[in-house]
């Protein structure tokens, strides 16, 4: 019987054991384990109910590699699937390969102290995994994730050469509040406060933040203002997809969304600099982030559907080729049936595969790997049975989709 351990018991831990649970026979035992063990209870208690499933829980603090080492021990832990925060990467890495255990994350290191996220120090770990004869998948939510596969899909079956790829996230889901994040606010108000920055012709270029603006039509949702932002996934793919010559990520937000965030960051609210509040030192961002609303208590109030895709442009046989690749999620659909919203079901079920596929030994080789480094094809073919279902189509330039530059 395999054993699998999940560490972080938030809107996506939430996701991922549930679809663990539900996929039992691949993932055996399965502990959920995090730093505030009431909130792993809760998600058990619920699983036990909807799916008949028994999972074990447990406290831990990820910022320690010993005990970490001594949990990964404990529950003779055959793979550990990190869905805490970014800022644990590298200590829940250097468990696993102390330990010879695979390791599957969604989201690459970011250091606590600087707003800055980037691959190195985890690639930098891949002569630890191949040491220890251990495997660690990095990036397998949906974006970085399920984005770099339907790059890999499109670049396997309709291009000889992807020429151009611009990512699209569109949410438009409304849960109600005048401001709220859809996940970690703390990661999240970080990501889309910082500078923008596309690839294009081999080398990155910068923007200020939310500088470039387009209009996209998303199919099942209308047009939506996308902002171009910096996103982890185009750092492995252009070391990945070959002869690309520019990748942007695009993302959704509105009006409301916008004001309040220019808002928050001129009376320096988004800063991560300690300052001296009453004698005592805080972090604004982390307060802000007592004060907004839990990302997992949104699920029930959010309305409204996700689509996440890729449109990439290139030649197959000579011809000039657009392709574009989506998935749809209704936020309601995904609570009914893990209680979470879409944004936390589209990055928990492709960890759940990722590490479904690991353990089956379908992807699988010793050392640290992104998602588009293995065969799309398995991969995309369980996000049609686990609830992420595809579609794919062939536009006659990115224009159709597009209603202004
Ligand atoms: P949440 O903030 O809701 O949950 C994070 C969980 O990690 C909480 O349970 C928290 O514990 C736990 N945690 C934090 N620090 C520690 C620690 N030191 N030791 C043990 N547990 C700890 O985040 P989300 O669920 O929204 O996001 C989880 C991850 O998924 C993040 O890394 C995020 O960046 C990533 N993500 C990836 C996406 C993708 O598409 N690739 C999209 C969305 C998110 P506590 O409850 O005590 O605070």
Redesign the pocket.
């Known amino acids: 019987m395999r054993n699998t351990l999940i560490?972080?018991?938030?809107?996506?831990?939430n996701v991922v054991a549930f679809k663990c649970a539900m996929n039992k026979e691949s993932f055996g035992n399965i502990t959920l384990a995090?730093?505030?063990k009431s909130?792993c209870d809760t998600i058990a208690k619920n699983i036990k109910e909807k799916v008949g499933v028994d999972i074990a829980t447990a406290e831990?603090?990820?910022?320690s590699v010993e005990e970490l080492v001594e949990l990964i021990k404990q529950t003779d832990a055959d793979i550990v699937i990190n869905?805490?925060?970014?800022?644990?990467d590298l200590t829940i890495m250097d468990a696993c390969s102390q330990c010879g255990v695979d390791y599957l994350d969604?989201?690459n290191y970011e250091h606590p102290e600087t707003a800055k996220f980037e691959y190195k120090e985890q690639w930098a770990r891949d002569k630890d995994f191949k040491e220890a004869n251990a495997m660690a998948l990095l990036?397998s939510?949906?974006?970085?994730?399920v984005t770099n596969l339907f790059c890999a899909y499109a670049q396997k079956h309709y291009f000889d050469e992807i020429e151009t790829i611009d990512i699209l996230d569109c949410n438009a889901g409304d849960h109600g509040y005048p401001f709220a994040t859809n996940?970690?606010p703390e990661?999240n108000l970080r990501e889309v406060s910082a500078k923008g920055r596309y690839w294009e012709n081999g080398e990155w270029k910068e923007t200020e933040p939310m500088e470039i603006k387009q209009v996209w039509n998303y199919p099942e949702i209308g047009p939506k203002d996308s902002y171009l932002l910096y996103h982890e996934e185009m750092e492995s793919l252009v070391k990945h997809i070959k002869g690309l010559k520019r990748i942007r990520f695009f993302m959704t937000f509105g009006e409301s969304y916008l004001t309040h965030m220019r808002c928050l960051e001129n009376v320096g609210m988004l800063g991560i600099e300690p300052v001296e509040h009453n004698g005592e030192k805080i972090i604004p961002l982390e307060f802000l982030k007592t004060l907004l609303p839990d990302?997992?208590s949104l699920g029930p109030r959010t309305q409204g559907k996700t689509n996440i895709g890729i449109v990439a442009t290139g030649y197959k046989d000579g011809k000039k080729r657009t392709i574009y690749i989506y998935q749809v999620s209704d936020h309601q659909e995904c609570y009914k049936e893990v209680l979470s919203q879409a944004?936390?079901y589209?990055?928990g079920v492709p960890a759940m595969i990722g590490a479904k596929l690991m353990l089956e030994k379908i992807w699988w080789k010793a050392g640290v790997y992104n998602v588009e480094e293995f065969d799309p094809d398995p991969f995309m073919e369980e996000l049609n049975k686990q609830g992420l279902p595809w579609k794919i189509k062939e536009l006659s330039s990115p224009e159709e989709l597009r209603i202004d530059e």
């Open positions: 560490i972080g018991a938030g809107g996506v831990g995090s730093r505030t909130k831990v603090d990820a910022d869905v805490a925060l970014p800022y644990q969604t989201a990036g939510g949906f974006d970085p994730g996940f970690n990661i990302p997992a944004v936390s589209t990055t």
